[in-house]
């Protein structure tokens, strides 16, 4: 929702956390009327850190913190690399679902 993205980024950058924005996250600009560029929401996120004293990552940053361009072999090294608890074993299903 477009009411959503801009209270949240914020409350993460005060909270010290990375923030992301652009189109595909929101069309509209916060009153909705009008489209918003990825551009003019990158300016105004870039102003809220400046403002809340949080450094800019620079586009190099940008993309070691996002990991792009970094592939794994596995489902299960990639998950273990960025944070995620692993899969599960097959036949222990969620509880919504009878195991056979």
């Avoid at 009153?31 to 800019?56: D, M, N, W, Y």
């Avoid at 299960?76 to 944070?83: D, H, P, Q, R, V």
Wanted: glycine content about 8%; charged content about 20%.
């Amino acid at each position: 929702n477009v009411r959503n993205v801009l209270p949240v980024n914020m409350m993460g950058i005060a909270m010290g956390l990375h923030v992301r924005c652009g189109t595909e996250d929101c069309l509209w600009n916060q009153s909705r009327s009008a489209k918003a560029s990825t551009v003019s929401q990158i300016e105004q996120l870039v102003r809220i850190a400046r403002e809340f004293g949080r450094p800019i990552a620079t586009a190099q940053q940008a993309r070691a913190i996002s990991k792009i361009g970094v592939f794994y072999d596995t489902p299960e090294e990639t998950l273990a690399a960025n944070g995620f608890a692993p899969n599960r074993n097959g036949g222990n299903q969620g509880f919504l679902r009878k195991t056979a």
